[in-house]
């Protein structure tokens, strides 16, 4: 297919997100990275220009069949490590394509931000997990001031700054106080999710009512920076907050809402496809067996409407299938995946119906 500059998609259009790992170079080798998790000494993968200009095609004609507006989150590795990068963003600001970053923060200058913002970045996305020792110490020496600097050189770039924290019994007492350094920091969003072990350590190491604790001291840190003025935008990345806020009133099931329709919870099988640099085509990144094509041989309508249709089977879910938010939760199927081997298991943070230990 041939390229061609888009017309800005209309309002109403949903989008559909391309978690795009254009490279698997990285500066880095974090303790719970996925990419790296079973072999260390990999040699980092890369697409080719005219490798990632087909599988532009290939997503822009899967969306306009479709009737979805595409959004592209480009990472890594470090997708600024990428050596045509630039290439890659001039051609995405030309077909009026949104993106995002997520990458690390070492190659970020007050110039490629200026670029980044030029060419129509919508945000970038940096990662603190934990205080300083233990950021430093599962990621890198020096990483943690590091991130703290260019969130601030974004923002005054213009773009807008975001930060993920994975979530896991390493860093899970420091959380209240990483919401409390990046609001000082005034990043633009912050949000965490749960780490999904890789290895022989298959739990993320937090029991449900600990982990509903847990939510319950950060929605407390967060009303008091809001209570504040504090201007950061808190995401709840994590679908067990739909859980939390039904519990206390703060969302209620809609009487509207219609039969069968999934309006919430995991994006996996939704509005979502993972795309790695050798082209493999992932139902989810954080789910290692999720492999259902590859995007330089394979059409995406296709996957999407043969392979993918694997996890969509909603009645399922071994525990939310009986649940009332089963349409709007389903916790987060990647973390029971890691854990079981199972995308439909139950998810092994929810503490709905489980029996509190004396």
Same mark, same amino acid.
Request: charged fraction near 20%; charge should be positive; hydrophobic fraction near 35%.
């Given at each position: 297919?041939?390229?061609?500059?888009?017309?800005?998609?209309?309002?109403?259009?949903? /989008?559909?997100?391309?978690?795009?790992?254009?490279?698997?170079?990285?500066?880095?080798?974090?303790?719970?990275?996925?990419?790296?998790?079973?072999?260390?000494?990999?040699?980092?993968?890369?697409?080719?220009?005219?490798?990632?200009?087909?599988?532009?095609?290939?997503?822009?004609?899967?969306?306009?069949?479709?009737?979805?507006?595409?959004?592209?989150?480009?990472?890594?590795?470090?997708?600024?490590?990428?050596?045509?990068?630039?290439?890659?963003?001039?051609?995405?600001?030309?077909?009026?394509?949104?993106?995002?970053?997520?990458?690390?923060?070492?190659?970020?200058?007050?110039?490629?931000?200026?670029?980044?913002?030029?060419?129509?970045?919508?945000?970038?996305?940096?990662?603190?997990?934990?205080?300083?020792?233990?950021?430093?110490?599962?990621?890198?020496?020096?990483?943690?001031?590091?991130?703290?600097?260019?969130?601030?050189?974004?923002?005054?770039?213009?773009?807008?700054?975001?930060?993920?924290?994975?979530?896991?019994?390493?860093?899970?007492?420091?959380?209240?106080?990483?919401?409390?350094?990046?609001?000082?920091?005034?990043?633009?969003?912050?949000?965490?999710?749960?780490?999904?072990?890789?290895?022989?350590?298959?739990?993320?190491?937090?029991?449900?009512?600990?982990?509903?604790?847990?939510?319950?001291?950060?929605?407390?840190?967060?009303?008091?920076?809001?209570? /504040?003025?504090?201007?950061?935008?808190?995401?709840?990345?994590?679908?067990?907050?739909?859980?939390?806020?039904?519990?206390?009133?703060?969302?209620?099931?809609?009487?509207?809402?219609?039969?069968?329709?999934?309006?919430?919870?995991?994006?996996?099988?939704?509005? /979502?496809?993972?795309?790695?640099?050798?082209?493999?085509?992932?139902?989810?990144?954080?789910?290692?067996?999720?492999?259902?094509?590859?995007?330089?041989?394979?059409?995406?309508?296709?996957?999407?409407?043969?392979?993918?249709?694997?996890?969509?089977?909603?009645?399922?879910?071994?525990?939310?299938?009986?649940?009332?938010?089963?349409?709007?939760?389903?916790?987060?199927?990647?973390?029971?995946?890691?854990?079981?081997?199972?995308?439909?298991?139950?998810?092994?943070?929810?503490?709905?119906?489980?029996?509190?230990?004396?």
């Amino acid at each position: 297919m041939k390229l061609t500059k888009r017309q800005p998609q209309a309002p109403e259009k949903p /989008h559909f997100v391309f978690q795009w790992h254009i490279t698997d170079a990285c500066d880095q080798r974090c303790k719970h990275c996925y990419i790296y998790a079973e072999d260390s000494r990999k040699a980092p993968q890369a697409m080719t220009l005219p490798q990632m200009r087909q599988t532009l095609a290939n997503c822009l004609t899967f969306c306009d069949a479709m009737g979805y507006a595409p959004y592209f989150c480009l990472t890594g590795g470090d997708p600024l490590l990428h050596p045509q990068f630039w290439d890659l963003a001039e051609l995405l600001h030309q077909l009026k394509a949104p993106f995002t970053i997520l990458g690390n923060p070492f190659h970020l200058t007050d110039q490629v931000c200026k670029r980044l913002k030029k060419y129509g970045c919508r945000s970038y996305q940096l990662s603190i997990d934990g205080l300083e020792q233990t950021h430093d110490a599962l990621r890198k020496p020096g990483s943690y001031r590091e991130t703290v600097e260019k969130i601030g050189m974004l923002n005054r770039a213009g773009l807008h700054s975001a930060v993920m924290t994975t979530v896991s019994s390493l860093n899970q007492a420091e959380l209240p106080a990483i919401i409390e350094a990046m609001a000082a920091a005034n990043v633009g969003t912050y949000a965490f999710s749960r780490y999904c072990p890789t290895g022989a350590d298959k739990d993320v190491g937090i029991a449900p009512e600990e982990y509903k604790a847990l939510l319950t001291r950060c929605a407390e840190t967060i009303r008091g920076l809001k209570a /504040h003025g504090c201007t950061t935008v808190f995401g709840k990345k994590d679908h067990l907050w739909t859980l939390y806020d039904y519990e206390r009133g703060a969302f209620t099931i809609p009487q509207d809402a219609i039969p069968g329709v999934i309006y919430g919870g995991c994006h996996c099988g939704q509005t /979502h496809l993972t795309l790695l640099p050798n082209g493999d085509v992932y139902a989810c990144r954080r789910v290692l067996n999720s492999k259902v094509g590859n995007v330089l041989a394979d059409d995406l309508g296709a996957i999407w409407a043969g392979p993918m249709d694997a996890y969509r089977h909603y009645q399922s879910f071994k525990k939310c299938a009986d649940c009332e938010l089963l349409r709007w939760c389903r916790g987060c199927p990647a973390v029971a995946s890691a854990k079981t081997g199972d995308f439909y298991a139950r998810d092994p943070q929810c503490w709905k119906d489980v029996p509190v230990q004396s």
